[in-house]
């Protein structure tokens, strides 16, 4: 989901009474959005409860999630998860276009343009 939308949610939840946290990997725009409390996992887009099937991880993440909600004490609380996603590789590869992938990119956009004006 767009950290954008659940950061404005959670303050809109905030401005009702809910305690909210958000967990996150694009921590400019949850904290320009000013959420009271964050969780920064710093991980590829998609990933922010941990890497898939690491259930310890992700067990570990939710909780100082709550840890979070329960303990801040100012707003605009940004934790960061002492977590890594292993090697720093996604970083330089993800959302890459090299001239090996280049056209076969350009055919899946193309493609998802045609599939959004059919419909």
Known sequence: MCHQTVSLVARTLEASGVTTVVIG???????????????????????PCGKP??????????????????????????VQAPFRWG??????????VTDENRDALARAGAARRAAATDS
């Open 87 to 96: 090697t720093d590789d996604w970083r330089t590869n993800y959302m890459a």
């Open 25 to 47: 990997s694009a921590r400019d725009i949850v904290e320009e959005a000013g959420v009271p409390r964050f969780v920064f996992v710093d991980f590829p887009l998609g990933n």
């Open 53 to 78: 099937n690491d259930r310890a991880m992700q067990r570990e993440i939710v909780s100082l999630a709550l840890s979070v909600a329960a303990s801040a004490i100012a707003p605009r609380t940004t």
